[in-house]
């Protein structure tokens, strides 16, 4: 190397090479505009590289504190776009170590001593990565107690619950919404199991083999606040299936966030008309002046597609390869960069959605989504959503649950042929499809009775949900 700047990647490695890189295989090859996004983390885990080997008595303390000068100047130039990144550096490790070398000089040089870009990139992604995961936990909480919020609000709310889309049985509007909160609140539990395995460091394995230097990794691993280091340095270099892992997890919120999109989209349309979303949520169409389309929740659950995209692809990109790194795990970046911006936007956007916006001046919160009950409970009515009730009604009156059942389906087509509710007909029409029925069950045929009902750990009853919520309160305050 003739001075102490590295313009090119070529001049990083030796002068075995005899021709110069093509234009094409540079562009092709290099992953620095993607990457750079992992700056902050490359800085991170030099910085405790560089301490232990001053600590190990591989550098000098004068290196490390020129070091440490040094990146504090690159953190400050990334900070205000004064950091020049070239392409012909390949990719952010070689960037901040050629600017590092200009800054440093030769304890510049010295800083990959015991290290290699492969067990440099593991770490710097799982260092990322688990920034992010705390970023996006929190976000799932807030996006769990907005739905609380929502839910608390609406416990005797009923509306119908379906299965197959059609009216099933009676549920409140509540505990309807409680079910994506035991969702999301799995999605985070999966996030925070996948984040102790991420938590690992893998540097000290260098190229794939270990190193020759005396390096202490506990040391480092504390100085980064990692959980344990990587036992087996040709694994720690080469899987990615921790990215695999999160993003799995990750595909699983955007699962759940597609379903809760399809349902606030169909509540939305005339039909159903059970909810309102704020305007700024939607659009209108440029031809027909009526419609206000539910832009936010169709694009979420489009969006869905890119993340299960992204986990297919991380899958297929680890599948087949040998030990230890190969240069497809470049390719680990964009999708993972990709999901963890798509799943954040995201449920950034729901949270507003659902539980609305402080607004400063009231300290209140407004905007989140408005809710029809008399549209939902109208809907509950439509659909004979009490059958069930009355067929266990005959069953406590001692005929067979099979038995049960036909009457009531000879009593739903009746009413249906009337146009009118099973509680709309008369008890004299009613004896007549059995002579057990009484003047007690028009308590089981209305809403709230069969709703009341239902009280077993887990059911719709308002008093199980008021338990429900009381236990997330608990958990989300905690
Ligand atoms: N940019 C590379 C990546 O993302 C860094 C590791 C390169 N290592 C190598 N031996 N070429 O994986």
């Not at 550096?89 to 290699?116: C, F, M, P, W, Y």
């Not at 996006?143 to 009676?170: C, K, S, Y």
């Not at 990750?250 to 379903?259: E, K, N, Q």
Request: with cysteine.
């Amino acid at each position: 190397m003739s001075s102490n700047q590295l313009d090119k990647k070529s001049e990083a490695w030796s002068a075995l090479f005899s021709e110069p890189m093509s234009e094409l295989v540079q562009r092709y090859t290099a992953s620095v505009f993607f990457d750079q996004r992992l700056a902050g983390a490359d800085i991170a885990g030099s910085l405790a590289h560089a301490e232990m080997l001053a600590a190990q008595g591989i550098i000098s303390p004068q290196d490390y504190a020129a070091i440490e000068r040094g990146m504090t100047q690159i953190r400050a130039e990334i900070a205000s776009g004064a950091f020049e990144w070239k392409l012909a550096l390949e990719d952010v490790h070689l960037n901040i170590e050629a600017r590092l070398t200009q800054l440093a000089g030769d304890a510049g040089k010295r800083l990959h001593t015991g290290r290699s870009r492969n067990d440099q990139v593991a770490t710097d992604i799982r260092l990322w990565l688990r920034g992010e995961i705390d970023l996006l936990t929190a976000l799932l909480r807030e996006l769990q107690a907005a739905l609380v919020d929502v839910a608390e609000r609406h416990i005797d709310v009923i509306m119908p619950g379906f299965t197959h889309l059609q009216v099933a049985q009676p549920v409140s509007f509540a505990h309807h919404l409680l079910a994506y909160v035991e969702m999301f609140a799995r999605d985070e539990e999966r996030l925070q199991d996948a984040r102790r395995r991420v938590n690992q460091l893998p540097l000290g394995s260098a190229a794939l083999a270990g190193t020759t230097y005396p390096l202490d990794r506990e040391r480092v691993a504390r100085a980064l606040g990692m959980e344990g280091v990587c036992q087996n340095s040709l694994d720690a270099v080469s899987d990615r299936d921790f990215a695999i892992e999160f993003t799995a997890a990750a595909t699983l919120a955007m699962v759940h966030i597609s379903r809760l999109s399809e349902e606030l989209i169909l509540w939305m349309s005339q039909n159903f008309a059970f909810i309102r979303i704020a305007d700024r949520f939607t659009t209108g169409s440029s031809i027909m002046p009526q419609k206000k389309n539910p832009d936010v929740p169709e694009l979420a659950r489009g969006k869905t597609g890119r993340v299960v995209g992204a986990l297919v692809g991380l899958v297929t990109l680890m599948k087949g390869q040998p030990l230890a790194y190969n240069k497809d795990n470049q390719e680990d970046k964009e999708p993972l960069f990709d999901t963890v911006d798509t799943l954040r936007d995201t449920l950034r956007i729901f949270i507003e959605m659902i539980g609305g916006q402080i607004n400063p001046a009231t300290g209140a919160k407004e905007g989140g989504i408005g809710v029809n009950p008399q549209a939902m409970e109208q809907a509950a009515q439509k659909g004979y959503a009490t059958a069930t009730d009355l067929a266990d009604y005959l069953v406590k009156k001692g005929l067979p649950f099979r038995d049960a059942h036909e009457t009531v389906a000879r009593a739903v087509k009746a009413a249906s042929t009337h146009g009118c509710d099973l509680s709309e007909l008369p008890l004299k029409t009613l004896r007549e499809f059995h002579p057990a029925i009484d003047d007690d069950v028009y308590a089981v045929l209305s809403l709230r009775g069969s709703l009341n009902a239902r009280n077993t750990l887990g059911g719709a009853a308002p008093a199980q949900v008021q338990n429900q919520i009381k236990r997330h309160r608990a958990r989300l305050a905690a």
